[in-house]
């Protein structure tokens, strides 16, 4: 008859086979994919000096002026992924600020962006078989250094400064610098091409683009990934209302509609993006000298997929310079009793700006 020994020796036996086939079973389970994270933030604001928040009223003018803006905003829940049985928000509240500088020359603006992350956070998951972890940026305990500065250049083609009409493009190089895995960068060079449209007609004004977004980062199929390069569209438009005052001004207020679709998934809910703004803005409108313009915008994802958030809120103030000169004759439109013809510059006012032939003997 076995002992009470050899009892314990077999049921040791038995729990180590046991734990080794486990163990093996354990192992042999496919593990979790771990994606390295993207830029997720698809708010791509025009340059300083453009107007709308994501359009372009290229209104560039006259001989050499510039901008320099700061724009804080604050996105909720941009990247959220879901299956059958888990729905989280990897990123549920993202918060930027942003500088940015631009010099202008006639039709031409060159203009430079940085980007800040001040806060990222949200949570960590597994979806489909692949383990998302929540960023964690935080101004005071975990702060970050500026991701993905931009630099870019912009060209009205058809058009003056304030016509019914005007046509431009825009070329925009994005250099990769920031943390991934807090959604901050791709990693990768990426660059944007745009076709620019925008005009005033009355007291209304508007602006739209269509674009490409070239974006070598290929995740798919995780979800919510990028899926490589992507067509931008978007279109604005709005109310001009005078403002009375010592100095000129108008408020323009209206709706923004922008978006991005990715190629290869073209129109499809899980490769697209849509989010509506509601704009408005107060301006500076004299020929020349430092302009203020502050801007507001608030709005959510009309398809709250591909990057676009639940809700966004936005804020940025501006100071710009026109310094409009339609003739280039050095004096600015303001001061040259002859916009439209040059001439040399004198002390009346009747003849500032004017040719002798027109000024009389």
């Not at 698809?42 to 700061?70: E, K, T």
């Not at 020359?105 to 800040?116: C, K, P, Q, S």
């Not at 129109?267 to 509601?278: C, D, I």
Request: proline share 9%; charged share 20%.
């Amino acid at each position: 008859m076995p002992s009470s020994n050899d009892h314990r020796t077999l049921a040791f036996a038995a729990a180590l086979l046991a734990a080794t086939v486990f163990e093996r079973r354990a192992q042999a389970q496919p593990q979790p994919l771990k994606p390295p994270g993207f830029a997720v933030e698809r708010f791509y604001p025009s340059a300083p000096g453009g107007g709308w928040w994501v359009m372009d009223d290229l209104d560039m003018r006259g001989g050499l002026g510039g901008a320099v803006s700061l724009t804080t905003g604050y996105a909720g829940t941009p990247f959220q992924v879901t299956d059958t049985l888990h729905h989280f928000a990897v990123v549920s509240d993202q918060a930027f600020a942003a500088f940015a500088f631009a010099a202008t020359y006639d039709r031409w603006r060159l203009y430079f962006n940085l980007y800040a992350p001040l806060v990222a956070e949200g949570q960590s998951g597994i979806v489909g078989g692949y383990q998302f972890t929540a960023p964690s940026v935080d101004p005071g305990t975990n702060p970050d250094t500026f991701a993905d500065p931009r630099v870019g250049m912009d060209a009205r083609l058809l058009g003056q400064a304030t016509s019914p009409f005007r046509l431009g493009v825009s070329a925009q190089l994005i250099v990769p610098n920031g943390n991934r895995a807090d959604y901050e960068t791709d990693g990768t060079y990426r660059a944007m091409g745009r076709l620019l449209f925008a005009g005033n007609a009355g007291l209304f004004a508007y602006a739209g683009q269509v674009g490409v977004h070239v974006r070598p980062l290929d995740d798919s199929p995780a979800p919510g990934s990028p899926q490589g390069s992507e067509l931008l569209f978007g279109v604005a438009g709005g109310a001009r209302i005078p403002v009375r005052g010592r100095h000129p001004r108008v408020f323009i207020v209206g709706p923004e509609i922008y978006g991005a679709t990715a190629f290869r998934s073209f129109l499809s809910t899980t490769g697209t993006a849509l989010e509506g703004l509601l704009t408005g803005r107060l301006e500076g409108t004299a020929d020349d000298g430092p302009q203020l313009r502050i801007k507001f915008g608030t709005g959510a994802g009309l398809s709250q997929h591909f990057g676009a958030p639940e809700w966004r809120l936005l804020l940025a103030i501006e100071l710009f310079d026109h310094n409009s000169d339609r003739d280039k004759d050095g004096i600015s439109d303001s001061k040259d009793a002859c916009p439209d013809t040059p001439g040399p510059r004198t002390s009346d006012p009747k003849t500032n700006g004017c040719p002798p032939d027109v000024r009389g003997p």
